[in-house]
């Protein structure tokens, strides 16, 4: 390590974060010149957990891996299972299945939309869309019952229906959230603020990206056209019209630009599905203590911040013999690392959030000074608050 | 007709890596293909199909299956129609270990981490095969999802470290 060289651990955690994580950050004066992760501070050990509990049990558990991304657990982990058993399930429930993932896909972009805001320090922008975010929300709930786990998926099918005066208020919601984000859109196009924290920061190149196996919106933003709805098509995504987002400015502003994009795609997809939607059952009844016939099976599903995979393996018995799960921030963890080289420490914050950890309010920042073993801590709001200052001094 | 496109992939493989070095191979659907290769033909199977457009990897699975440990590479080839390819190979109970993929793949080496982590695998020349997702002060010898150690057990074993 060079004389001039100091590194900055940030994080781990914070008691509301959803996944803490620990970067130690090598810098140069104010450039960043590497980075490396720890992990595992939140490891619940879920898939261990899974292996002595019945399939139906292991829906409940898979639900709670992630307060964000709940229907896309579910999703990928209940057709996992139904391929392993030969269970066909009704059309109908395919098209809530998708109608949920998708509403879900709008309030994870919009909650990160508003954190990157306040990232850069653009807390109005920050405020406005979650107030917007709401109205989401308010769908979720109105379909589910639920603000966070929405329990829809089941094995067999779908918990709950979606009554006809229930897909006229989904459809005036709609009408306000792409209202809204148009006009988010239009902002994030012209607005300084955003274009001077964003543009040429935290690049990743389409060879890294591909090198790294990067995944969902990070992927999309440097060029790399992939995303599973397409590519794998799973319940009803291969009749549905809709486009591939990509980016290919391989930085944060790309990224911004690929959610907001994608919130709009997911507006006309909710918009089809309650259009297209056949009538029938909307669940094919299983024994809560069903046996699942000796297999192995790959399931994938895009959630809102990649690809996500769940491998099961059962012999035959109540409880699966191996429920494995990968969520796809851990696909990205690897990329952010590439990001952060060459950069400024007043853009670890920006940069970290890209990939959309939700990581951003890492509790303390500790700073060491190798040579003279100087020692000082910032907290995240601190170092996010240097980021801002910084940029105001210097552009 | 895409299962013909299937089985050319599973034949090619075979052909690089030699006919008896393949264990066994299905394709229970459109887009999903299992292949079992010989621990010592690893590399050899990963860099034909990295070649081959498999160069994505979802992730990699570790099933304790009694007598060794079953390593699946989740390959993936990326685009339009893709294939996600999980190639298999079993090694040692004890001593269990496998050649990094990470210098054909660098984005494995996060999940060499995870699997060497949670099943003990050991992955010779990773570049760093430090603690990912187990915690500093976690016990000695414990790799959680080998079924030996129960869940009592582990949790006995985390309570007395507690009192350290």
């Not at chain 2, 034909?48 to 390959?75: K, P, R």
Request: charged share 30%; net charge negative; aromatic share 6%.
């Amino acid at each position: 390590m060079k004389e001039t060289e100091f590194i900055i651990p940030v994080g781990p955690q914070h008691p509301a974060l959803k996944e803490p994580e620990k970067f130690l950050i090598k810098v140069d004066g104010e450039y960043v010149v590497d980075a490396d992760v720890r992990m595992g501070y939140n490891h619940r050990g879920i898939e261990k957990a899974m292996e002595s509990r019945t399939y139906l049990q292991g829906l409940y558990l898979v639900e709670r891996i992630c307060g964000i991304c709940s229907c896309a657990h579910t999703t990928c982990y209940t057709q996992c299972i139904e391929e392993a058993m030969g269970l066909e399930i009704p059309e109908r429930a395919k098209y809530i299945r998708v109608i949920t993932a998708e509403l879900e896909r709008i309030h994870s972009h919009l909650l990160w939309l508003g954190i990157a805001a306040h990232e850069v320090g653009f807390d109005t922008l920050f405020f406005y869309i979650w107030r917007d975010r709401e109205v989401v929300m308010d769908l979720l709930e109105l379909i589910s019952g639920n603000r966070v786990h929405y329990a829809m998926p089941t094995i067999g099918g779908v918990r709950r229906d979606i009554p006809p005066e229930k897909v006229n208020e989904i459809k005036k919601g709609c009408n306000v959230l792409e209202k809204r984000t148009k006009y988010y859109k239009e902002l994030i196009l012209n607005e300084k603020t955003i274009h001077n924290r964003g543009d040429g920061v935290g690049v990743l190149t389409p060879k890294e990206a591909v090198a790294l196996c990067t995944v969902g919106p990070v992927a999309r933003a440097s060029g790399i056209n992939t995303d599973v709805r397409a590519d794998d098509p799973y319940l009803v995504y291969d009749e549905i019209p809709f486009n591939v987002i990509t980016y290919d400015g391989c930085d944060v502003t790309s990224r911004i630009l690929v959610r907001v994009d994608e919130v709009l795609e997911s507006i006309n997809i909710v918009r089809y599905c309650l259009d297209h939607m056949p009538d029938g059952p909307i669940r094919k009844v299983v024994s809560p203590l069903m046996r699942v016939p000796e297999a192995e099976v790959v399931s994938l599903v895009e959630a809102p911040r990649g690809e996500l995979i769940h491998y099961t393996r059962s012999n035959g018995g109540m409880k699966p013999y191996r429920h494995k799960v990968r969520a796809p921030t851990l696909g990205n963890i690897l990329a952010v690392c590439e990001m952060l080289k060459g950069g400024y420490i007043a853009d670890v914050p920006i940069v970290i959030a890209g990939i959309d950890p939700c990581l951003c309010c890492a509790d303390r920042i500790a700073f060491v000074d190798v040579n003279t073993d100087k020692r000082w801590v910032w907290t995240d709001e601190q170092l996010r608050r240097y980021g801002v200052k910084w940029y105001q001094q210097n552009s | 007709m895409e299962r013909e496109d299937h089985v050319k992939i599973v034949e090619a493989l075979k052909l690089d890596i030699g006919d008896e070095n393949v264990i066994n191979w299905k394709i229970p659907r459109a887009r999903r293909i299992f292949v079992t290769v010989k621990a010592d033909k690893l590399i050899d199977a990963v860099k034909h199909l990295a070649e081959n457009g498999f160069g994505h990897v979802t992730t990699i699975s570790g099933v304790d299956v009694g007598d060794g440990i079953e390593v699946v590479y989740h390959l993936t080839r990326r685009g339009r129609e893709s294939i996600t390819l999980s190639l298999k190979v079993k090694t040692d109970m004890k001593n269990s270990s496998l050649p990094t993929i990470s210098g054909i793949i660098p984005g494995a080496s996060i999940y060499e981490r995870e699997v060497h982590d949670l099943l003990g695998v050991n992955f010779k020349e990773h570049p760093n095969l430090a603690p990912l997702v187990i915690p500093d002060n976690w016990p000695e010898g414990i790799r959680p999802l080998l079924k030996k150690w129960k869940v009592e057990e582990i949790r006995k074993r985390l309570a007395e470290n507690e009192g350290d």
